[in-house]
């Protein structure tokens, strides 16, 4: 079975073909990061643009790349939640149109969905060993740039939220810490690259865990501790807040040690948390096989080295995303599509395009 997904909820546009739901036959992404770049984030107006003049050219390369012709795709899939809206109807109307024009069948799925189904993609005929190894109940970690929740999943459409951020995206956190440590954008892989040269324990700062057994997150704290200790206690509040120092003041081998201490902070409670959900989907006679993490934040170096520490202590397989699929892809909602077509769960060609995403106690 041949699925078709787009994706076009933020800045990327992006189209793919997956076989099977595991399968990458093609993956095509044109980002808009350049032209967001002076802005220091993303303009809404500017980002539906580009979505408009890249989605006919980045359909017709990942149909290509993958060496299929329309007629021979089984279903479409859109990522039709959550993001913004004036991106998320480019991809929707794009999918609808084919859906209408070749009679297929339209499938939507959920943006923070499908970047748990990223670490299950692989790009070999042949499906790896891991993969023969049962996934399910598994625990779910998202983390992106505008989540940070952990679910049980029962499959890889069915999921209860356990918990999650109460303030800012860990995503979020990492972009904010280099706007502070002036590392540039974005700002997620410039801290990971500047901390792998840093000292952690340069700096203590301080690790959000809320109360004892919870599995929500804080990151708001840490931001801000981070911005005292770069610039020192401000006099006044708000637009009206001066501070002792400037970012300019700081050196590279300073900033290095900020991002390796900010890096450590946030991965020990990233690393705390999943031992609790752990203990949370154990204590509910629920013990999972696996662990899926997906998302942009899981990029991350340390991240990715401490999960893999986590798994063999806890004796879970550790399943993360190879690096082309933790940023936004649209392989993950083709790949994840497939569970839906199976069920025949299929969507109306009026679909909507929604900006908030449905994934409060599951889906
Ligand atoms: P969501 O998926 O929640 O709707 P999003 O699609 O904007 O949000 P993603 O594209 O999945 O988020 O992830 C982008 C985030 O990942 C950014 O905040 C970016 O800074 C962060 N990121 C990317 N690489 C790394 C890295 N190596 N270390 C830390 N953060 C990273
Ligand atoms: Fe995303
Ligand atoms: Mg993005």
């Not at 809404?44 to 890249?54: D, F, K, N, T, Y």
């Not at 499908?114 to 499906?127: G, S």
């Not at 979020?172 to 700002?187: F, M, N, R, W």
């Not at 899926?292 to 991350?300: I, R, T």
Request: aromatic share 4%; proline share 5%; charged share 20%.
């Amino acid at each position: 079975t041949l699925i078709l997904g787009i994706e076009t909820s933020c800045d990327e546009t992006a189209a793919a073909v997956v076989e099977d739901g595991r399968v990458v036959r093609s993956n095509v992404i044109a980002s808009q990061h350049d032209l967001h770049e002076r802005y220091g984030g993303v303009v809404p107006e500017i980002a539906s643009r580009a979505h408009l003049e890249s989605i006919e050219p980045v359909l017709r390369a990942a149909l290509n790349e993958a060496g299929v012709k329309l007629d021979q795709i089984d279903a479409i899939a859109v990522g039709n939640r959550p993001g913004l809206i004036g991106s998320l109807v480019v991809g929707v109307s794009a999918a609808q149109s084919l859906a209408w024009a070749t009679g297929k069948p339209l499938i939507a799925i959920d943006h923070v969905q499908a970047h748990l189904h990223a670490p299950l993609l692989t790009e070999n005929q042949k499906p790896e060993t891991r993969d023969q190894k049962p996934v399910f109940p598994a625990l779910g970690f998202v983390v992106s740039g505008g989540h940070t929740s952990l679910y049980a999943m029962q499959s890889p459409s069915e999921q209860t939220l356990l918990g999650s951020t109460i303030d800012d995206a860990v995503g979020e956190a990492y972009d904010k810490a280099a706007v502070i440590l002036q590392l540039g954008y974005p700002g997620g892989p410039a801290v990971d690259r500047a901390a792998r040269q840093g000292n952690p324990a340069a700096c203590d700062l301080p690790r959000s865990l809320l109360a004892r057994d919870s599995v929500d997150f804080s990151f708001s704290g840490l931001k801000t501790a981070l911005l005292y200790t770069v610039r020192g206690r401000p006099s006044g509040r708000g637009k009206q807040a001066r501070f002792e120092r400037s970012a300019d003041d700081l050196t590279d081998p300073q900033r290095r040690d900020l991002a390796a201490s900010f890096q450590q902070a946030v991965v020990d409670v990233l690393i705390t948390k999943l031992n609790r959900a752990l203990d949370h989907m154990a204590a509910l006679g629920q013990p999972p096989h696996a662990l899926l993490v997906g998302g942009g934040v899981s990029a991350n170096s340390l991240l990715r080295e401490r999960v893999a520490e986590l798994g063999e202590k806890r004796g879970v397989t550790v399943h993360l995303p190879a690096m082309t699929y933790c940023i936004d892809n649209a392989a993950m909602i083709a790949g994840l599509a497939f569970d839906y077509h199976q069920r025949g769960e299929h969507a109306d060609l009026d679909l909507p395009a929604i900006a908030t995403t449905s994934l409060i106690s599951g889906s």
